[in-house]
């Protein structure tokens, strides 16, 4: 009876996932047909703040980069799309793309003054980075200034806005997830895997750290200008200290925290853990701060793997398989291929890095 | 000779902030982290110092004697009871633990005490002033202000130099692992450093409320504000600590003096300029550059 051994990627939850996954974004992409304006409201909110979570996760969870300055790129692609909408007069949608490649522009410049700090003083560095551009566009009059200004979408017909909105807001929503999916199975992925886990060990293989992570950097940052833009594009109305809040930030790091750091399905479980608080919670004001923060403390001491790293160890399903797996197969007995006689294990454990 | 004064008032500033900076400083120092809620614990000394001014009608620097060993017990307690189980499982661990503190404390704040801006009234020693020259005074306040900061950073270097406490400090900063085979509680070290950095932010956050107005929010913008200072003198030197405040707090006076929306972002655009030309910091210590 002779053993062969295979390698994969797939598991059945990801092959029963990507089914019910298509279903899902066919039903989705179909919303404005289907559902009511508030709900596709509630919708794109959902999106946006799922494709910031995603872009967090990147950073944080997979290239090792605490980023607390994220609003940075929220309120750059958001005074961009202002820009180029109201002080330009371009059209609104195309600004939303030109805001992303502006944030993508300033996203390098800025990597290269931040990349010369590490660790806490980098996530601290983040934070000065993000009020630099707050308090230049505060001073800016053309932009509103402190008091902020509201994107001009009066000569296009609401139900044409509201329904282009939500199909970018869609794309950009579903499109953070395969992004981040797609790019963990490349080169780059693999090497951010291998620097988070061990940073020197992957360096000695001839990784180039720093250049992988400012990649991850840039990357994250030019998503979050889009989906910033995105954002506001929906909100309509901008002002400095709500467009660069940290708050955005600090959801960041609940979705992603709560739902499980360093998987891709974590901050989509965060994402709609936090939705359905704020749904209920959010008239509470500070208490609901007060709630999240604690949960979020929590979590980070007693479950560090989060709310999806627990599933994952108990039902061992992963949606979104990134990693090899090596598994033995008895070539004799004329078992199915996936008759395994052990089960599965993964080469690699998706673990923060330890 | 509004530029002199400028610069006078810049260097008075600067010595508050090089002790917010202490704090933040010694913490990394000695453990490698960087305490994200540290300018929220600096704000809620203020509170603390406002509700015993408010109940027992103190002077709020005679509440200092209150509110400084009332910080002490909360850092220890804090890092005894948190921080500690954070360590030694990578950066994220503390950051999200501290900057998650940093969210609850800064919402309790909002919710107990509103945000509305508050001070605390030192009473006559906020309005008399020392001539320099015909142009140039300065505040008694802001003078007393520094000198203390000045003060208590000479207090601590000798702290940490000559005292077996502070021998256990640095040997802990350099190895933890050997430092415990010689019969040091880590834990305990960590959670007395803890301590003294939330004392000294205790200080600094009295006198910060006397000098001007204070509300929960204003923690991030100090814990910023700290994080400037450490980094334009340079990690790892006290003395570069004071510099840094005091250049920080001459970019944001010379700043307010060019445009009023400047003040903070004069400040920023300095710590930048030196993180692109001086990465290290203006006074690094030889191998204090992680």
């Known amino acids: 009876m002779s053993r062969q051994v295979g390698v994969e990627r797939s598991t059945v939850a990801s092959r029963w996932g990507a089914v019910v996954f298509a279903g899902g974004v066919a039903i989705l992409a179909a919303a404005p047909f289907l559902f009511v304006t508030s709900v596709l409201r509630t919708l794109v909110q959902f999106f946006y703040l799922l494709a910031l979570a995603q872009m967090w996760n990147l950073l944080a969870g997979y290239a090792g980069l605490v980023s607390i300055g994220q609003q940075a790129y929220v309120g750059i692609g958001a005074y961009a799309l202002l820009a180029f909408t109201n002080n330009v007069g371009l059209n609104v949608f195309l600004s939303v793309f030109l805001a992303a490649v502006v944030a993508a522009v300033l996203s390098v410049p800025t990597a290269a003054l931040l990349f010369r700090l590490r660790g806490g003083y980098f996530a601290i560095g983040t934070w000065v980075v993000a009020e630099v551009y707050r308090l230049l566009v505060a001073n800016t009059q053309r932009l509103g200034g402190g008091s902020g200004a509201t994107l001009a979408v009066a000569g296009i017909d609401r139900t044409v806005r509201e329904n282009w909105t939500y199909w970018i807001a869609f794309a950009v929503g579903i499109g953070s997830v395969l992004l981040v999916y797609y790019l963990l199975r490349t080169r780059l992925g693999l090497a951010l895997r291998a620097v988070r886990d061990r940073e020197s060990a992957a360096q000695t293989l001839g990784i180039a750290v720093l250049q992988a992570k400012i990649q991850a950097y840039v990357l994250a940052s030019t998503v979050c200008g889009l989906t910033g833009a995105v954002t506001y594009l929906s909100l309509l109305r901008l002002q400095p200290a709500a467009t660069f809040s940290v708050n955005w930030t600090v959801f960041m790091i609940f979705a992603v925290v709560i739902g499980g750091i360093g998987t891709i399905s974590g901050p989509i479980v965060g994402t709609i853990v936090y939705f359905l608080l704020q749904q209920y919670l959010a008239d509470l004001g500070s208490i609901y701060l007060i709630i999240l923060g604690t949960v979020a403390i929590l979590v980070m001491l007693k479950a560090p793997r989060g709310l999806w790293g627990w599933v994952m160890e108990t039902w061992n399903v992963r949606f979104f398989p990134v990693q090899l797996r090596v598994r033995t197969v008895e070539a004799s007995g004329g078992g199915s291929g996936t008759g395994a006689s052990s089960e599965p294990q993964p080469l690699h454990r998706g673990s923060i890095d330890k | ?290």
């Open chain 2, 1 to 290: 000779m509004t530029w002199v004064n400028a610069v006078v008032q810049g260097i008075m500033l600067g010595g508050l902030y090089s002790l917010f900076a202490t704090g933040l400083s010694l913490i990394f120092g000695v453990m490698r982290v960087v305490n994200l809620a540290h300018g929220v614990f600096t704000i809620l000394a203020a509170f603390l110092a406002l509700v015993v001014v408010e109940h027992i009608g103190v002077n709020p620097l005679v509440a200092l004697v209150i509110v400084v060993p009332l910080m002490f017990a909360i850092g220890y307690v804090l890092q005894r009871s948190l921080v500690n189980f954070t360590l030694g499982a990578g950066v994220l661990p503390p950051l999200l633990v501290t900057f998650g503190l940093a969210v609850v404390i800064e919402n309790i704040l909002l919710k107990v005490f509103s945000a509305d801006s508050r001070g605390l009234d030192a009473g006559r020693i906020e309005n008399i002033s020392v001539r320099l020259t015909d142009w140039v005074a300065v505040g008694w306040l802001p003078l007393t202000i520094f000198l203390v900061a000045v003060f208590l950073l000479v207090t601590l270097q000798l702290f940490f130099d000559r005292t077996m406490f502070g021998r256990a400090l640095r040997a802990t900063s350099d190895d933890p692992g050997a430092a415990q085979l010689m019969a040091i509680d880590t834990r305990h070290l960590y959670a007395v450093a803890m301590g003294i950095s939330l004392a000294i932010g205790g200080v600094a956050g009295v006198l910060l409320g006397v000098r001007t107005t204070f509300g929960p929010l204003d923690g991030s913008v100090l814990l910023i504000f700290a994080f400037e200072a450490v980094i334009i003198g340079g990690l790892g030197s006290m003395w570069g600590t004071l510099v840094g405040g005091v250049v920080l707090g001459i970019a944001q006076t010379i700043g307010a003096q060019l445009s009023p929306g400047w003040f903070q972002l004069s400040g920023h655009l300095v710590f930048l300029a030196v993180l692109a030309v001086r990465p290290t910091g203006l006074f690094a210590r030889a191998g204090a550059s992680e």
